[in-house]
């Protein structure tokens, strides 16, 4: 089904969609107001970043520790969620300081309010998920047991296919700059391992691995990131520094209009006509006679010159 323009989610859910959590999650958290991709090259550069997201984001030495359950990668997910609700405004407003002299924050008011209700609906979608795990694992009742979980499961494969979806779109902040998602892709994964960094937690891990886990996630998030700003400033112009109103994919060239009758072709230069102003300027000039003699003397065939 088409979207349909001005919808969040373009038309494309009925109440059968509520079967299919999955359905649900690509049309709310991938609206219809996200711009489309521009390059296939650049979209598998973001499936590689999306996947390295994912390691930094959960950490995958917690899977080598072992014990790890479903609330304990809720409450990172938890907290992660909390740090980019703060990290993601201060970075967008960062750019929005270093775009102000390419043109103005209200160009952009509508993208900044949609990506932000996007980025506040996602951590709501979180917390909601983490309560019911909670209620489902404190209450006794069977009943309640079975309601709350079935609730619980349709949320988790709602949030976590929400959750791919914005970490490839980052909040719809691609409808603000194109650049804006693979920047915060990188902020994102330094801040989750500098701590790390900083403290020396190696979580149980030994030099080697505790370095390998701990930086190689941002690292390769980096790499992928700086590959496709890379691309999408050589191929479409596409430039971090630029206001989005002043960088962006040049426009297609349009149909080349006909050469009105007795004009030179488009593009060609413009030569004022020579000889007679009165006549053809695009008729052959005639040649003056040959054989010596005055050559301004009127010619046998044309007494006055003419």
């Known amino acids: 089904m088409a979207r349909t323009r001005g919808s969040w989610t373009g038309g494309t859910l009925t109440a059968r969609s509520l079967l299919k959590p999955q ?4 049309a709310v958290f991938h609206p219809a107001w996200i711009p489309e991709p521009l390059d296939p090259s650049v979209e ?3 499936k590689f970043r999306v996947i390295a997201g994912a390691v930094a984001s959960l950490g995958i030495y917690t899977f080598v520790e072992g014990g790890f359950e479903i609330t304990e990668l809720l409450e990172n997910a938890m ?3 909390v740090v980019l ?3 993601t405004p201060l970075t967008v407003g960062a750019m929005l300081y270093v775009w102000r002299r390419g043109g103005t924050v209200r160009q952009l008011r509508v993208s900044l309010l949609n990506s932000l209700k996007l980025l506040l609906l996602f951590v709501g979608c979180v917390a909601a998920l983490l309560l019911l795990v909670r209620t489902t694992n404190s209450s006794a009742n069977p009943a309640a047991i079975i309601g709350v979980g079935l609730a619980m499961m349709w949320m988790l494969i709602f949030t976590a296919y929400g959750a791919v979806r914005v970490s490839g779109n980052f909040f719809g902040t691609a409808a603000v700059h194109r650049c804006l998602p ?3 892709a990188m902020v994102t994964s330094w801040l989750v391992a500098v701590p790390d960094l900083v403290t020396g937690d190696l979580h149980g891990l030994s030099l080697t691995l505790g370095i390998v886990f701990i930086l190689g996630a941002p690292v390769t998030v980096t790499a992928i990131g700086l590959l496709e700003m890379g ?6 112009g596409i430039r971090l520094k630029a206001h989005p109103a002043t960088s962006g994919p040049a426009p297609a060239p349009g149909p ?3 050469t009105p009758p007795g004009m030179p072709p488009a593009g060609s230069p413009y030569l004022p006509p020579q000889g007679n102003p009165y006549g053809n300027p695009y008729a052959p000039h005639p040649q003056p006679p040959t054989g010596g003699g005055n050559p301004y003397a009127p010619h046998p065939q044309r007494p006055y010159g003419a």
């Open 182 to 184: 693979p920047l915060l």
């Open 231 to 236: 691309r999408l400033k050589r191929r479409y």
């Open 23 to 26: 359905d649900v999650a690509r």
């Open 79 to 81: 907290t992660a969620s």
């Open 85 to 87: 609700l703060f990290l």
């Open 256 to 258: 080349v209009p006909p």
């Open 44 to 46: 598998q550069l973001k």
